[in-house]
């Protein structure tokens, strides 16, 4: 019930005072937020070491360089189109992650390694990448010789291939993430049901890490 004294609004010097109030809040809040440093990058995703130089022939028969990838960050998977292990598991991971990279699809270059020289020349890589609905331009197989997967994938990716006494290829099943400047920064494990997600969100890290704070 109304005690029938009058009842005053906010004067017009009060709403100054108040929007005036509040915009020194959100400016103080915006220079805190862009004063903040960026977050430091997980203890995974340090400096390995730096990638040797190559030339490989990918699914297109052109040669595919280290120079070619120069400031674009890339993702390495290790397969065999004959394979009957995880093969097509760690393949359909990556067609999954070419179909999630969206926005960052320019940044970012999709390698998968053949290990199995005497087999996979770049015309059965260009059938098997076809039916993963890859594109040339930004998910590459590449048909390395046996010389080419001893010193780049075993030592210079640091990745297992070893062949085995019945003729199969046993290697690795990791991801491989190498930054724009061509240093090796970490791995994830492609059986992992999470691996896309994860991937992403290094993807993420190493792209703010190439990108120069905005003044």
Known sequence: MSDG?????????????AFTVAAVALA??????????????????????????????DQTGKPLTLDDLQGKIWVANFIFTRCKGPCPLITQRMADLN?????VRDKVVLVSFSVDPGHDTPEVLAQYGAAQGASPESWKFLAPTQE????????????????EPDGTVAHSSRFVL?????WLRGYQDGVDPEVVQKLMVDIGDLLQENTPDKK
Do not use: C, M
């Not at 004067?11 to 100054?16: A, D, E, N, T, Y």
């Not at 809040?29 to 040797?52: D, F, G, M, N, Q």
């Not at 994938?153 to 640091?158: A, D, P, R, S, T």
């Open 5 to 17: 004294t009058p009842r005053r609004g906010i004067s017009p010097l009060g709403w100054v005072v």
């Open 28 to 57: 103080a809040a915006y220079i805190s937020l862009k004063s903040t440093p960026p977050r430091p990058l997980p203890p995974h995703l340090e400096k390995i070491s730096k990638v040797p130089a190559f030339s490989i022939n």
């Open 99 to 103: 179909t999630k990279l969206g926005k």
């Open 148 to 163: 080419d997967i001893d010193s780049i994938i075993v030592k210079g990716l640091l990745q297992p291939v070893s062949k």
């Open 178 to 182: 190498v930054d724009a400047d061509g």
